[in-house]
């Protein structure tokens, strides 16, 4: 059975890859994300200039055509950007939100527990 | 009861929370409506009922504005208690006072409504196979025991209010919030309560395909 190393390529990448993006976001996770990219985009040129390359890659770990493996990388690669863009956004989401309740609560000010009487208290300002 | 801050989320309840403060106010003096964003008067109108109102900038979602009254009344060192309560209407205000009677009375550190303990809310089969299923899931996840976690009624004393830090800004705060109780080891007990299904709070309810979602924001965290 000939597809099993590209399935076994293909699972090892995505665990892989969602296990990096899921632990430390620190330097060295942007690093290892940059290099990445820049091996991607040299595959990319590489396979522009040699469209046989795929071939040749596919044969190796046992898929049929190049296109095919272009897919199943293309698979990957998707998976992994939705994975990172979800965490980032959440991320944004987070830091914008403690913004945002720091504003509100700046704003309102502190609540001051009512001394004696609080329903007449409020019922000049309600009234205006 | 100075000790007892009232926490209303309102987003959009314009027509309803003028009454609703009103009622809260029959039974308890503190209350706080954090207005997540609206784009209607919500803000104002709760002012004008005498709530205090702490305004968000921008829609957060239930779950944010939630934690922004927390912290609120955690600013008010004679707090005691909080009470979370829907903008909506659709709960009752003796519910609310059995449940800070029986935090007050120390029988546990939180008190949760649930609408599943007796036959007096009446959800439609939908919404109910809905709610069994969250609260399933989360009963699961979380190691609690509970009939209802989806329901916006509940009563947190102080020391567990100061743990609890809601980071699931949409509709998943719910399952959050039980997480992290049950995760501070707190004693808790649920309160049999009527959730009353006007015609309002059906329309400004949430859509059961919002369930999915939930799901995704939990499992995804």
């Known amino acids: 059975m000939k597809i099993v190393l590209i399935q076994l390529v293909l699972i090892a990448v995505v665990i892989l890859t969602a296990v990096r993006l899921l632990r430390g976001r620190g330097a060295r996770t942007q690093a290892v994300r940059r290099l990445g990219l820049m091996l991607?985009?040299?595959?990319a040129v590489w396979s522009i200039l040699f469209p046989s390359v795929w071939n040749r890659i596919a044969k190796v770990?046992?898929?049929?055509?190049?296109?095919?493996?272009?897919?199943?990388?293309?698979?990957?690669?998707?998976l992994s950007f939705t994975l990172t863009t979800y965490l980032r956004f959440r991320d944004f989401e987070a830091r914008y939100t403690k913004l945002a309740r720091r504003l509100a609560l700046d704003e309102s000010g502190p609540p001051q527990p009512p001394q004696g009487v609080p329903a007449q208290q409020e019922q000049p300002h309600a009234g205006s | 009861m100075n000790d007892t801050w009232v926490v209303i989320p309102v987003y959009n309840e314009e027509q309803v929370i003028?009454?609703?403060?009103?009622?809260?106010?029959?039974?308890?003096?503190?209350?706080?409506?954090?207005?997540?964003?609206?784009?209607?008067?919500?803000?104002?109108?709760?002012?004008?009922?005498?709530a205090r109102v702490v305004r968000h900038p921008i829609n957060l979602g239930q779950g944010a504005a939630l934690q922004t009254g927390f912290e609120y009344a955690l600013a008010d060192p004679s707090m005691k208690y909080v009470l979370t309560f829907d903008g909506d209407g659709q709960h009752q205000i003796a519910d609310?006072?059995?449940?800070?009677?029986?935090?007050?009375a120390g029988e546990a550190d939180v008190v949760f409504g649930s609408r599943f303990l007796d036959?007096?809310?009446?959800?439609?089969?939908?919404?109910?196979m809905v709610l069994r299923a969250a609260v399933g899931y989360t009963n699961i996840t979380t190691h609690t025991r509970l009939?209802?976690?989806?329901?916006?009624?509940?009563?947190?004393?102080?020391?567990?209010?100061?743990?609890?830090?809601i980071t699931q800004n949409r509709m998943a705060h719910a399952s959050e919030l039980v997480a992290q109780i049950g995760a501070a080891k707190a004693t808790y007990v649920e309160h049999p309560v009527h959730i009353l299904y006007s015609d309002y709070s059906?329309?400004?309810g949430q859509s059961l395909w919002n369930s999915i979602n939930i799901l995704a924001d939990l499992i995804l965290r």
């Open chain 1, 61 to 78: 770990v046992g898929v049929g055509r190049g296109t095919d493996m272009v897919l199943y990388a293309l698979v990957v690669a998707f």
């Open chain 2, 96 to 104: 609310a006072l059995g449940m800070v009677d029986r935090l007050r």
């Open chain 2, 119 to 128: 036959e007096r809310s009446k959800p439609t089969f939908g919404k109910k």
């Open chain 2, 147 to 165: 009939t209802d976690a989806h329901n916006g009624l509940r009563a947190i004393s102080r020391p567990v209010l100061e743990q609890i830090k």
């Open chain 2, 18 to 50: 003028g009454d609703v403060v009103a009622q809260v106010h029959t039974a308890f003096e503190q209350v706080v409506c954090v207005d997540d964003g609206s784009s209607d008067r919500s803000g104002d109108a709760a002012a004008r009922a005498g």
């Open chain 1, 40 to 43: 991607f985009a040299a595959l």
């Open chain 2, 202 to 204: 059906k329309a400004k």
